[in-house]
């Protein structure tokens, strides 16, 4: 077989395993395999082959008496280390949790998952509280960006190992959060597609939260009929319902503001020659400024980010204690910055995010919009673990396209399309409105092969 079993997209797997070309037990053997052959050990942070092992052996039963329960029976999926698995203490990829108590129950979408027949192979590392953009994590080690040619590269945060997992072929799926773009960022740093449905969309029951009013969830994966797939049996239904949208006369929207700031050369590049090919598609593009871009930055400057005040009032306790020692001191210090919002500020923030949102839907409409994921492409590890000045500012600016989507409660799906400098992987990310994700995905799904271009 040319491709390993955890190389495959989610689609050619599930033909594999439904024909009975491919057993489920054997195909979570494979992957266990491939796991342990792997040099870099900081992709997961538990492997659960006792749960999935017994879980193949139930699908492999099931499909050989003619039971399948649909087109994600038997197809492996390893878990970001925020959602509950049952009988295992959830760590956050903190070292402070890991003497907590285990989860009573699967979170809900873990549920959900396992009962459309998906096989739980691990819990993947990720930045500690899930509060960075970069996928440093000094407790559990770093993943390494797989797609690095030249020396160690970030993988992107916070669902870090999440997207290592997928872009080194060792799992089909891997699941994410997203608050600030932790499911986009670690797709388009490592050239493979993450959705971030809109929030509220899929149960946030046993998950570990960082800022409730932004926090939502989504798959990495190889291809946007992937995430397709597994947003339908994340929402409880047995066949997904997203349609694919014609690209003809449809209408993009680029903002000529804040998310080309200081992007690469090489990222920009990329990102217009796939809208050229968008173009060519018979794609309308429209470039204009959305001045809620600029209230954002000006609303975070004057009372500091949403994300911050949330993360603080989550973590206080723990900051005020013994715990802070133990925790990542760049999480500590940006955690910290929260105690500086008031209950004022915090409510003129709310009450500015309402209007905005308001103001940015009547502005865009249907249209959706498109810029770089990320501005640049994975930047070494080594410099940003030795200079925290260094590192807070590329995780503010890794950070900053996409925490724009969920302030305004945008869904977003990142696409590969290009390379950047070293041969690095850049990501276009599509986005719309709150509660659009049918009609984003629909597109997504005809967009995706133009998009990536030669791109593989």
């Avoid at 280390?81 to 979170?107: Q, Y």
């Avoid at 799926?173 to 608050?179: I, S």
């Avoid at 760049?330 to 105690?339: A, D, F, I, Y």
């Amino acid at each position: 077989m040319s491709k390993s079993f955890g190389a495959m997209s989610v689609a050619q797997l599930s033909v594999l395993i439904q024909g009975g070309a491919a057993d489920p037990v054997d195909v979570a053997e494979s992957v266990f395999d491939a796991i342990a052959n792997y040099a870099d050990k900081a992709v997961f942070t538990m492997l659960l082959e006792d749960r999935a092992m017994e879980e193949a052996r139930a699908s492999s039963e099931r499909l050989r008496q003619g039971r399948s329960l649909g087109l994600l029976d038997g197809i492996p999926i390893a878990w970001k280390d925020l959602f509950d698995i049952e009988g295992r203490t959830t760590t956050a990829g903190s070292s402070v949790l890991a003497r907590d108590a285990p989860a009573e129950r699967d979170a809900a979408v873990v549920a959900l998952l396992r009962n459309a027949g998906m096989i739980a192979i691990g819990c993947t590392n990720m930045s500690e509280f899930a509060f960075s953009g970069l996928g440093i994590n000094p407790h559990y080690g770093t993943p390494v960006n797989p797609r690095s040619a030249d020396r160690p590269r970030i993988p992107g945060g916070s669902s870090s190992g999440a997207g290592v997992a997928v872009a080194a072929g060792l799992v089909p799926v891997a699941m994410g959060t997203d608050t600030g773009g932790s499911v986009r960022i670690p797709a388009a740093l490592n050239g493979i597609v993450g959705y971030k449905a809109t929030r509220g969309r899929h149960a946030m029951d046993g998950v570990y939260p960082l800022a409730k009013s932004l926090d939502s969830l989504g798959p990495l994966c190889r291809t946007v009929k992937d995430a397709v797939w597994i947003d339908a049996a994340m929402r409880g239904l047995t066949a997904p319902e997203v349609a694919e949208r014609p690209l003809l006369g449809l209408e993009l929207l680029v903002p000529e503001n804040i998310v080309f700031d200081g992007a690469e050369p090489d990222v920009i590049a990329a990102f217009e020659a796939a809208l050229e090919r968008l173009q060519s598609a018979g794609v309308h593009v429209a470039r204009a400024v959305i001045p809620a871009f600029d209230e954002i930055f000006d609303l975070m400057t004057r009372y500091g980010p949403l994300v911050t005040a949330e993360a603080f009032a989550l973590h206080r306790e723990r900051l005020a204690g013994p715990d802070a020692d133990r925790m990542d001191h760049r999480v500590v210090m940006r955690t910290r910055l929260g105690s500086r919002t008031s209950l004022a500020d915090y409510l003129a923030i709310l009450a500015a995010r309402g209007r905005l949102i308001a103001d940015v839907e009547r502005l865009v409409g249907d249209r959706l919009i498109a810029f770089p994921t990320v501005a640049h492409v994975a930047p070494p590890i080594g410099p940003l673990e030795q200079d925290d000045d260094l590192f807070f500012a590329t995780n503010n600016k890794t950070l900053r396209n996409t925490a724009l989507g969920n302030f305004l409660d945008w869904c977003g799906v990142s696409i590969p399309c290009g390379t950047g400098a070293s041969g690095m992987p850049v990501g276009l990310l599509l986005s719309a409105t709150a509660r659009r994700d049918e009609a984003l995905l629909g597109v997504a799904l005809a967009a995706e092969p133009v998009v990536r271009g030669d791109f593989s």
